[in-house]
């Protein structure tokens, strides 16, 4: 889809009229587009309003898990947070908008792709909450930022508690072999099967060169954490059967 301006329909998307729409179009604008003579200048594209987003949204996401999951500790809200304002994360909700439509950006960028791009659409989202905190705040305070990001991300939260609190095996697993062995852990992708819209992954976990775990998953990510689980376990079991 070509570039174009931005529309009366992402605003009735967010639920959200700008009285100020030239915000609303530098938050749309990758420092790509070549416009009103100096395309790159930090006043014309969304480079900054990225950073205010980028705080703007820590703040409400961290209220909204508080609000939603009060059992769970600080660990378990700051990993659940950096998964919902990750590069992935913010991808889910700028799809949720349809924002590559909206963006505004050049034709090199736009033929490599860029509307596509997980960066560039995870930038577009923390520079649009920005321009709509800018927008608002006068006489709104954080109350209409507030109300979009809770609506626009609660849809991607968990139901259960039990659903974040997922330990990080490779973590775990990369620390105990780096003190007692004082190597990296190493994984390997062992097989996969299925047509690409539903391949199953099996990863290997190495140390040494040894294989001490096997796991399989719906991404390699998943069946490396499975991995690793069983290489921690293993370890940890032959430890215990020494001591």
């Known amino acids: ?17 700008f009285s100020r729409p030239e915000l609303l179009k530098q938050a ?32 409400l996401i961290s209220e909204l898990l508080m ?7 600080e660990g378990g809200l ?12 913010l991808r889910r909700i700028a799809n949720s ?11 090199g960028e736009e033929m490599t792709g860029g509307r596509e791009k997980a960066s560039l659409l995870a930038d577009a989202v923390e520079a649009l909450f920005a321009a709509i905190y800018l927008d608002s705040r006068e006489k709104q305070g954080l109350q209409d930022v507030t109300r979009i990001v809770h609506k626009l991300f609660s849809s ?4 259960r508690v039990e659903d974040v609190a997922v330990r990080d095996f490779k973590s ?13 852990v190493t994984y390997e992708l062992i097989h996969q099967t299925g047509p690409d819209h539903q391949k199953e992954f099996e990863m290997a976990a190495l140390v040494e060169q040894k294989v001490y775990g096997r796991g399989t998953g719906k991404s390699k990510k998943q069946a490396g954490q499975r991995a690793a689980q069983q290489a921690f376990e293993t370890l940890v079991a032959q430890a215990s059967s020494t001591s």
């Open 156 to 159: 991607v939260l968990p139901d």
């Open 1 to 17: 889809m070509p570039p174009q301006a931005p529309t009366q329909e992402l605003c009735d998307r967010l639920g959200y009229q």
């Open 172 to 184: 775990e697993l990369q620390e105990y072999v780096q003190k007692h062995f004082g190597v990296l």
């Open 67 to 73: 609000d939603r999951f009060p059992e769970l500790s």
């Open 97 to 107: 908008l349809e924002l590559g439509q909206f963006l505004l950006m050049g034709k």
């Open 78 to 89: 700051s990993k659940l947070r950096a998964s919902l304002v990750n590069e992935s994360g």
């Open 28 to 59: 749309l604008t990758h420092k790509s587009c070549v416009h009103d003579g100096n395309a790159r200048s930090p006043q014309q594209n969304n480079e900054r309003f990225e950073f205010l987003g980028d705080a703007v949204l820590d703040l």
